[in-house]
């Protein structure tokens, strides 16, 4: 036996770089070509300006890493994470047949997902990975029918769960042991989330026998219960957790009937009307306030910072959507927009504006609105547009129509966040845009608030150089037309030439007549009377 | 003819005229060539079989000495009227050719294609000089006898399309500069994909056909006139 070789240190420059951007443009990745091109473009202020380009970058589709460190493309042999300023090759995974991934919160972790199931590799589906070394850390085999991811995470990292049948297994890393070798037994469990900025579970049973449903927070690791709600004529319950982790809303399906399906334990539900219950995590004792809702819900989003929701209910053509503002002690209705054509709602990553959309079906209504008092800033369209995808500072959107959607007109739009068209791109079968995320914010809340409050400094430095890089791009694009036609003169010299020498031909083919100048003649207008008949009337007295 | 004709011209004397052939029914794509001075009972003067791409649109080179095709495959070609000999090609668009036009004093070509854009060449040399570019297929594009504009007529063909915008008239024939390749003005109106432009000889007017049946012609206002590029 030998010991192993140390090997030699592999640099992979600066991962953070594009943060250091001068001008503070973000990166996006744009696959095109039906799959066939990857690019990443700058989203630089006329046009987006190429960065990287490969062709079969990925075989399939690409995914940002949460923090937006890493690019991840698919392969049929695994997946591969990619880098820096070269976009370099930073680490390999080999998962055979991979159709899935997801990374921790804190990009230590990645887990993949392949269908296939290996008895000579004994390959499990699926499997998780220490991005910086690039070691299996654990695998999984799937058990039941889940939605991905069927790992979550806990933001900071420290724990991941998963539920089996009647079962909610918490693990820690970096060990990836079970939590206090036990998990934890859940009869019917049927969902669970963690809160995005604490280690705080939410889970909830639906009704059993004549025990009602409930909706449970616990700690992590502790397992202690901070919150439980009891629920009746539950049909269905879906969580959403606030973006800074300060509220809950469960969304709560009720029945006011139900019947027994055979002997399955399936129920049929109908006359159903819902509510939203809202956990106030922040507060002692995690108080819940409820809003009912009459009609069915669309969608739903929370600001991502702050106190508002909003989403839409309705059914086709009466769709509204509504805001609401959770203050201390009630949660209050700020408004609610009427007959839009909506099906998604995107929120500003930096909270305030919101983008209500109608994707696919809807034919591309956008409209951008204004939170804090619900007013409409523009209403416009990207006819046929599938996604919609804002830059993670706020600032930008994107609408665009995939190739996977919709065969014609494939292309992405570019609008600021008040709604005004900046720029639209075709792209020959364009399929997917992707903002590169970034990573949370270095400076402390009391930094932010200096920089805010300093404002009209910087804004006269950026109107400075915004004014300078107008003037220049004027002065190119002069330059660059000022070339073109001058090249187009000599070419018109030539041609000219060309035509007088050739004069004498044009005679010959044309017998003679000089058409070259051939102008229409002048019609004189003459008016000539001619006499037509002559009539005698007698006019009767 | 044995087949379906596609396209078909006067040369510049008026003494010859050719049409081009479709490829099917087991017989070639072929150009023929007609002198009106000696119709021998119907036969052509010269047939130049077209073994490659099929031909999709045609025009007379300048002084009859050569006829310029464009090809399903998105080449434009020179074939010698006395040979029947390829002399020229090139191969610049991806998709097949819809229209050739030639500019007033024959020194340039613009071609319409399917690949959603237009092009303009040198006709002598077939150059590569200009590209024009849109998001729907090409149907045909004009040069202006007295600017340095050009106009683009197209339109998605009603089989690729399941709905369109619920704007109507959305159909539009575009206006590039010539030499900046910026477009500078549309005209909406037809309701139908767009099959044919044309420039009056005067240039103070052009006109559109359809494939909604409508020909429209439009005659300029004072601030086509006056319109000007900074450069």
Same mark, same amino acid.
């Given at each position: 036996?030998?010991?192993?070789?140390?090997?030699?240190?592999?640099?992979?420059?600066?991962?953070?770089?594009?943060?250091?951007?001068?001008?503070?443009?973000?990166?996006?990745?744009?696959?095109?070509?039906?799959?066939?091109?990857?690019? %990443?473009?700058?989203?630089?202020?006329?046009?987006?300006?190429?960065?990287?380009?490969?062709?079969?970058?990925?075989?399939?589709?690409?995914?940002?890493?949460?923090?937006?460190?890493?690019?991840?493309?698919?392969?049929?042999?695994?997946?591969?994470?990619?880098?820096?300023?070269?976009?370099?090759?930073?680490?390999?995974?080999?998962?055979?047949?991979?159709?899935?991934?997801?990374?921790?919160?804190?990009?230590?972790?990645?887990?993949?997902?392949?269908?296939?199931?290996?008895?000579?590799?004994?390959?499990?589906?699926?499997?998780?990975?220490?991005?910086?070394?690039?070691?299996?850390?654990?695998?999984?085999?799937?058990?039941?029918?889940?939605?991905?991811?069927?790992?979550?995470?806990?933001?900071?990292?420290?724990?991941?769960?998963?539920?089996?049948?009647?079962?909610?297994?918490?693990?820690?890393?970096?060990?990836?042991?079970?939590?206090?070798?036990?998990?934890?037994?859940?009869?019917?469990?049927?969902?669970?989330?963690?809160?995005?900025?604490?280690?705080?579970?939410?889970?909830?049973?639906?009704?059993?026998?004549?025990?009602?449903?409930?909706?449970?927070?616990?700690?992590?690791?502790?397992?202690?219960?901070?919150?439980?709600?009891?629920?009746?004529?539950?049909?269905?319950?879906?969580?959403?957790?606030?973006?800074?982790?300060?509220?809950?809303?469960?969304?709560?399906?009720?029945?006011?009937?139900?019947?027994? %399906?055979?002997?399955?334990?399936?129920?049929?539900?109908?006359?159903?009307?819902?509510?939203?219950?809202?956990?106030?995590?922040?507060?002692?004792?995690?108080?819940?306030?409820?809003?009912?809702?009459?009609?069915?819900?669309?969608?739903?989003?929370?600001?991502?910072?702050?106190?508002?929701?909003?989403?839409?209910?309705?059914?086709?053509?009466?769709?509204?959507?509504?805001?609401?503002?959770?203050?201390?002690?009630?949660?209050?209705?700020?408004?609610?927009?009427?007959?839009?054509?909506?099906?998604?709602?995107?929120?500003?990553?930096?909270?305030?504006?919101?983008?209500?959309?109608?994707?696919?079906?809807?034919?591309?209504?956008?409209?951008?609105?204004?939170?804090?008092?619900?007013?409409?800033?523009?209403?416009?369209?990207?006819?046929?547009?599938?996604?919609?995808?804002?830059?993670?500072?706020?600032?930008?959107?994107?609408?665009?129509?995939?190739?996977?959607?919709?065969?014609?007109?494939?292309?992405?739009?570019?609008?600021?966040?008040?709604?005004?068209?900046?720029?639209?791109?075709?792209?020959?079968?364009?399929?997917?845009?992707?903002?590169?995320?970034?990573?949370?914010?270095?400076l402390s809340i009391e930094q932010m608030r200096a920089i805010k409050k300093?404002?009209?400094?910087?804004?006269?430095q950026f109107e400075v150089m915004d004014r300078l890089r107008q003037s220049?791009?004027?002065?190119? %694009?002069?330059?660059?037309?000022?070339?073109?036609?001058?090249?187009?003169?000599?070419?018109?010299?030539?041609?000219?030439?060309?035509?007088?020498?050739?004069?004498?031909?044009?005679?010959?083919?044309?017998?003679?007549?000089?058409?070259?100048?051939?102008?229409?003649?002048?019609?004189?207008?003459?008016?000539?009377?001619?006499?037509?008949?002559?009539?005698?009337?007698?006019?009767?007295? | 003819?044995?087949?379906?004709?596609?396209?078909?011209?006067?040369?510049?004397?008026?003494?010859?005229?050719?049409?081009?052939?479709?490829?099917?029914? &087991?017989?070639?794509?072929?150009?023929?060539?007609?002198?009106?001075?000696?119709?021998?009972?119907?036969?052509?003067?010269?047939?130049?079989?077209?073994?490659?791409?099929?031909?999709?649109?045609?025009?007379?080179?300048?002084?009859?000495?050569?006829?310029?095709?464009?090809?399903?495959?998105?080449?434009?070609?020179?074939?010698?009227?006395?040979?029947?000999?390829?002399?020229?090609?090139?191969?610049?668009?991806?998709?097949?050719?819809?229209?050739?036009?030639?500019?007033?004093?024959?020194?340039?070509?613009?071609?319409?294609?399917?690949?959603t854009t237009a092009k303009l060449f040198e006709t002598a040399t077939l150059?590569?000089?200009?590209?024009?570019?849109?998001?729907?297929?090409?149907?045909?594009?004009?040069?202006?006898?007295?600017?340095?504009?050009?106009?683009?007529?197209?339109?998605?063909?009603?089989?690729?399309?399941?709905?369109?915008?619920?704007?109507?008239?959305?159909?539009?024939?575009?206006?590039?500069?010539?030499?900046?390749?910026?477009?500078?003005?549309?005209?909406? &109106?037809?309701?139908?994909?767009?099959?044919?432009?044309?420039?009056?000889?005067?240039?103070?007017?052009?006109?559109?056909?359809?494939?909604?049946?409508?020909?429209?012609?439009?005659?300029?206002?004072?601030?086509?006139?006056?319109?000007?590029?900074?450069?």
């Amino acid at each position: 036996w030998e010991p192993p070789k140390p090997k030699p240190y592999h640099d992979v420059g600066n991962l953070r770089y594009f943060l250091q951007e001068p001008d503070c443009y973000d990166q996006f990745s744009v696959i095109y070509d039906g799959g066939d091109r990857t690019a %990443i473009f700058k989203n630089t202020a006329r046009e987006p300006v190429l960065i990287e380009e490969r062709a079969r970058w990925t075989e399939t589709y690409i995914r940002w890493s949460p923090q937006g460190t890493y690019l991840a493309t698919f392969h049929a042999k695994g997946i591969a994470l990619w880098g820096g300023e070269k976009f370099e090759q930073i680490m390999r995974f080999s998962h055979p047949g991979v159709q899935l991934i997801d990374f921790s919160p804190c990009e230590r972790y990645m887990v993949t997902f392949s269908p296939i199931l290996s008895t000579q590799e004994d390959q499990q589906q699926i499997i998780i990975w220490d991005i910086r070394t690039g070691m299996k850390k654990r695998g999984f085999h799937c058990e039941t029918q889940s939605t991905w991811p069927i790992l979550k995470w806990s933001n900071d990292g420290s724990y991941f769960g998963r539920i089996t049948p009647d079962t909610l297994s918490v693990y820690e890393t970096p060990s990836m042991g079970l939590l206090e070798k036990k998990s934890l037994k859940i009869t019917g469990l049927r969902d669970f989330s963690w809160s995005p900025s604490d280690n705080i579970i939410a889970y909830w049973v639906p009704e059993q026998q004549n025990v009602p449903a409930r909706v449970t927070l616990i700690q992590m690791p502790s397992r202690q219960e901070l919150c439980i709600k009891n629920l009746f004529n539950v049909a269905d319950c879906k969580m959403h957790w606030q973006k800074n982790g300060d509220y809950l809303c469960v969304k709560v399906d009720r029945y006011s009937k139900a019947k027994k %399906i055979d002997e399955k334990d399936q129920f049929k539900y109908s006359g159903l009307y819902y509510n939203f219950e809202l956990f106030r995590i922040r507060e002692k004792q995690i108080p819940v306030d409820k809003v009912e809702v009459k009609e069915n819900v669309i969608a739903f989003a929370w600001e991502p910072v702050g106190s508002r929701f909003a989403f839409i209910h309705g059914e086709s053509p009466r769709i509204s959507v509504s805001f609401y503002q959770i203050r201390p002690g009630k949660v209050e209705t700020i408004k609610t927009l009427e007959r839009k054509q909506a099906n998604h709602l995107f929120w500003s990553p930096a909270g305030q504006f919101i983008v209500l959309a109608g994707l696919r079906n809807m034919n591309g209504v956008l409209e951008f609105v204004d939170a804090s008092d619900v007013t409409v800033m523009a209403q416009t369209e990207h006819f046929m547009a599938t996604d919609v995808e804002w830059d993670s500072t706020g600032r930008y959107v994107v609408s665009a129509v995939s190739w996977w959607g919709h065969k014609v007109d494939n292309g992405y739009w570019i609008w600021s966040f008040q709604g005004r068209l900046l720029q639209k791109i075709q792209l020959e079968r364009f399929c997917q845009l992707l903002w590169r995320p970034r990573p949370p914010s270095l400076l402390s809340i009391e930094q932010m608030r200096a920089i805010k409050k300093n404002m009209k400094k910087y804004t006269e430095q950026f109107e400075v150089m915004d004014r300078l890089r107008q003037s220049n791009v004027s002065t190119e %694009i002069l330059e660059k037309r000022s070339e073109m036609m001058n090249e187009y003169k000599s070419f018109r010299e030539r041609a000219t030439e060309e035509w007088e020498s050739m004069k004498y031909r044009r005679l010959e083919l044309r017998d003679g007549v000089d058409t070259d100048t051939l102008e229409y003649e002048e019609n004189d207008e003459e008016i000539v009377e001619f006499l037509l008949k002559v009539e005698e009337v007698v006019v009767e007295e | 003819t044995a087949t379906a004709v596609r396209t078909c011209g006067f040369s510049f004397s008026g003494r010859y005229i050719m049409y081009t052939t479709d490829k099917t029914m &087991g017989r070639p794509c072929e150009i023929h060539i007609f002198d009106l001075n000696d119709i021998r009972n119907g036969e052509p003067t010269m047939v130049i079989p077209i073994s490659s791409s099929k031909i999709t649109s045609a025009v007379w080179g300048p002084y009859e000495e050569y006829i310029i095709t464009g090809h399903e495959n998105g080449e434009i070609c020179h074939y010698d009227l006395k040979s029947g000999d390829k002399i020229n090609s090139c191969k610049e668009h991806s998709k097949q050719i819809n229209d050739l036009q030639l500019s007033k004093d024959m020194s340039m070509l613009i071609s319409a294609s399917k690949d959603t854009t237009a092009k303009l060449f040198e006709t002598a040399t077939l150059g590569h000089m200009k590209t024009y570019k849109t998001e729907r297929p090409v149907n045909s594009a004009s040069l202006s006898p007295i600017y340095d504009h050009v106009v683009l007529g197209g339109g998605q063909e009603a089989m690729d399309v399941t709905t369109t915008s619920t704007k109507v008239g959305k159909f539009d024939a575009r206006f590039y500069h010539l030499v900046f390749e910026e477009e500078f003005g549309r005209v909406k &109106g037809h309701f139908g994909p767009i099959n044919s432009t044309a420039f009056h000889p005067d240039g103070k007017s052009y006109s559109s056909g359809g494939e909604d049946g409508y020909v429209r012609v439009h005659y300029f206002d004072p601030s086509y006139f006056d319109f000007r590029f900074e450069f």
